[in-house]
């Protein structure tokens, strides 16, 4: 399994915005330089991120994006899946067309579920407070 650039550049923008949480709301452009990110792509990733719940946003004076929840409350789980969509190791389990020569007789298609959700468990222990390294 390895992670899109899109999800670990929003794994790297989240643990950025970690490490400010609770001070004033951080813009795009911030965290684009403390991160290195190019802004395009941070504005994009904050968007998918706002539009899954990890961040609020807010216009005009005093704008820009929050943590909507503490560090320690947002899972490694929650941002792969606000930008990758959900954790699935195989493609069967999409909804879609794709091209399984097995796929009317596969004997695995059944069991894939508890593969996928141990995955997205061992994910989900992974909180954002230990991926930023700070305390909530």
Known sequence: MRLSSLADYAVVIMS????????AR??????????????????????RLAAAGL??????????????RSPAEISLADIIEAVEGPITLTACLEAGNHECTLEDGCQMKPRWN???GAV?????GVTLENLAGVRA
């Open 16 to 23: 950025a915005a970690a490490r400010h949480a609770g001070a």
């Open 114 to 116: 508890a593969v996928n």
């Open 120 to 124: 997205r468990g061992a994910l989900s």
């Open 55 to 68: 961040f609020s946003s807010a216009r005009g004076t005093g704008g820009g994006f929050a943590l909507t």
């Open 26 to 47: 951080l813009s795009a452009t911030v965290l684009a330089e403390e991160t290195g990110i190019p802004l395009p792509t941070t504005q994009k990733l904050m968007g």
